[in-house]
């Protein structure tokens, strides 16, 4: 089946711009997650979708990051007034709720790169 | 919160030889123990992972260990080949039964890097 999509693929913005990164998960995956991965660095956790739960939002580094998830589908990754330090690719990932599954399947990623 | 450390950050085997790599976890509740393997540009993929009630378990040429008393996980990966050159993740959590887990808590990575 289809696994967890992202878009854009790559992204060049100008600083002090605002961007809308998307992903979409793995149909009945109910848990989704958004990571920051700098070049040659580890992953970073940014926020963690559970259900109707409320967000784990402890990971977003800065009030210009947010997230919003619609039901169990698509979520977008929104970061305003971008700065050069924004610069990454932003993985999603998605997990399945039932049955004691606990991976995590990553999406192919968006690169931003902010001028 | 979880603390997950992981070491070497860099570990260059000849094809053949063994490689491992260790991570400590601080929470002694997280009972879920994965490992991640991102080759160059690609996405993050599991490879392997360990629940806290076994202490070993292999695959093929992979293996894991847990030992839950001094909070520790290894991942060995015999017979290396250059195909295995990646970056390993190690990562923890507190996995609910029946339930998809949270967050996982990663480790800073480990670049491996088999010769010819």
């Known amino acids: 089946g289809a696994g967890v999509s992202q878009s854009p693929s790559n992204k060049v913005t100008e600083k002090g711009k605002d961007v809308e990164l998307r992903c979409d998960p793995i149909s009945g995956h109910t848990a989704l997650y958004w990571y920051r991965q700098r070049l040659g660095q580890g992953l970073e956790f940014l926020i963690y979708?559970?259900?109707?739960?409320?967000?784990?939002k402890s990971g977003l580094p800065s009030d210009r990051f947010s997230a919003e998830r619609t039901g169990e589908s698509v979520s977008t990754l929104t970061i305003q007034r971008t700065q050069q330090e924004d610069s990454a690719v932003y993985l999603c990932?998605?997990?399945?709720?039932?049955?004691?599954?606990?991976?995590?399947?990553f999406g192919p990623g968006t690169r931003l790169t902010v001028t | 919160g979880e603390n997950v450390e992981q070491h070497p950050s860099t570990l260059s085997v000849q094809e053949g030889d063994s490689a491992v790599i260790k991570c400590t976890y601080s929470d002694s509740a997280s009972n879920y123990f994965p490992w991640y393997k991102q080759e160059l540009g690609k996405r993050p993929q599991l490879i392997i992972d360990i629940r806290s009630n076994v202490g070993e378990k292999k695959d093929q040429r992979i293996a894991v260990t847990l030992n839950k008393t001094a909070k520790h996980f290894s991942l060995h990966i015999t017979e290396t080949q250059p195909e295995d050159s990646a970056v390993y993740f190690c990562?923890?959590?507190?996995?609910?039964?029946?339930?998809?887990?949270?967050?996982?808590?990663f480790g800073r990575g480990t670049q491996l890097t088999v010769w010819p």
């Open positions: 990562a923890a959590t507190l996995a609910d039964r029946g339930s998809t887990l949270g967050r996982l808590y």
């Open positions: 990932a998605s997990s399945l709720r039932q049955g004691g599954s606990y991976e995590q399947y």
């Open positions: 979708f559970q259900g109707n739960s409320a967000p784990d």
